[in-house]
């Protein structure tokens, strides 16, 4: 099986799980642990040994009996296969508060995600940069993306403007459009949404706190 | 039934809709649209317009037929519900790249999330402020605690440090822990825990570009 058919069959919730083990693998490489079964990583995370196991089988990451997986290797192939070790570019569509927060977001590059210019409608900040990416006037965005050919729109803007923003990166033609808004925009099926409401999990929480009391 | 036995029913999914239908009808009150139909909430957000009816009632609103929901009245009970306009203090544990940009996402105060203080183990910034939140010494936590009393714990430390951070939460009394390291920390039942990795929404993401290939 191929790395990318594997890779199109992979169910959202082991997707999930896996930057999960990543991280706590990352951990252990850093105490210089060698090797790492199934089982500790289970009592460490709170996920079913079997289900850790079965995941990685499904990456074709195999453990030894009685010894199990070598950290190192573990650590290299999630990170691979999570896509961390590539560079994607991406355009931040809207610098106010938050999208200008997730510039400055060092984790992000760790992680693969290259912003490589931001856009927006402010005369104030357009034409400056922040931590060295520069920020565009919003009607630059079709040049640019001739320029910088990026791969994904991150979407940070006031929310009456999500969804004429995400045709505008359909338009130039992005790859997916990672959502900030709690905004649910529509595109063409071609494009990859990926909805990440920050404040949409504060609800969430508000909400178990008040069950509690 | 009383508000506290409501909020204590209601499923994540649910929770989860709520703020897009907050945002959706945020646009139209600047719009200084009237009324809207759940029909017309369904075709803006892609969510089935029953089962729109079916949450905004276990809310206890009700649309007037033929005429549909309040913008105004609707907005502002679903802001309520959501604890949007209460004032939840918190503190926020690790002030590198991440933390230091969630301080300064004036977003969150506009969801009632008002961060209060920072903490690091980091001297050159410990000492300082970010927006005029003061950034203390981890050692200070109990005793910061006492003058602040926080109700949320927001974690962005490194993910080796996750679990002794969240103890440390745990034990000076926050009710719930914000956490977006990637590491799946444990506390007692009695601390709601709610899990915002942005790293793992990227590997899905990333997974999905690849699939469309």
Redesign the interface.
């Known amino acids: 099986m191929s790395e ?1 058919s594997r ?2 069959l ?1 169910p ?1 919730p082991t ?2 799980r ?3 083990y ?3 693998v ?2 252990l490489r ?1 105490q210089n642990i060698e090797y790492v079964s199934s089982t500790q990583i289970s009592k ?4 079913d040994a079997s289900q850790i196991a079965k995941d990685l089988y499904f990456l074709n990451i195999k453990g030894k009996t009685r010894i199990g997986y070598q950290v190192e290797q573990l650590a290299t192939e999630l990170s691979n296969f ?3 070790h ?1 560079d ?1 570019s991406a355009f931040m569509i809207g610098v106010g ?2 999208g ?3 510039i ?5 590059i760790q ?3 290259h912003i490589v210019a931001g856009f927006d409608v402010n005369p104030d900040i357009i034409g400056t940069n922040i931590c060295g990416v520069p920020i565009y006037d919003i009607s630059e965005l079709e040049a640019r993306q001739k320029q910088y050919k990026a ?2 729109g991150v979407l940070a803007v006031p ?2 403007h999500a969804q004429s923003s995400a045709h505008l990166l359909e338009e130039c033609g992005v ?2 459009i ?1 959502n900030f ?4 925009i ?1 595109v063409s099926e ?1 494009v ?1 949404i ?1 909805n ?18």
């Open positions: 990318e890779a199109a992979l959202e997707l999930r896996l930057p999960w990543l991280a706590y990352n951990m850093v460490k995370i709170n996920v999570l896509g961390f590539e994607h508060s938050l200008a927060a997730l400055q977001d060092s984790g992000l992680y693969g995600l791969e994904i929310v009456e790859k997916a990672w808004t709690p905004f649910r529509k071609d990859v990926q990440t409401s920050i404040y949409a999990h504060l609800a969430v929480m508000y909400n178990r706190i008040n069950a509690k009391k």
